[in-house]
């Protein structure tokens, strides 16, 4: 971690947008309510959502879900 002017401080990436890589590690990752490419006969070409980098749920950019494989923070 480090920190930028003593004020943000740097931390573990929570999400990133689905790519050929998160594609191979979760190859069974669900992409129902993200947001899809899709072709003229309305097929799914490709996912442009946010994903969890630890266990490839969808998410928001923040990583706003319950992930399994996250520790709870402590929020005290």
Sequence with gaps: MGEIRN??????????MWNDEMAARFPSADHTFCRVEVD??????RCMGWHCNRCGAPTNYQGGHNCPDRPE????
Excluded at 7 to 16: F, K, S
């Design 7 to 16: 004020r943000w401080q740097l931390g573990e990436l929570v999400a990133v």
């Design 40 to 45: 003229s006969l309305g097929r799914v070409l």
């Design 73 to 76: 923070r402590d929020h005290a």
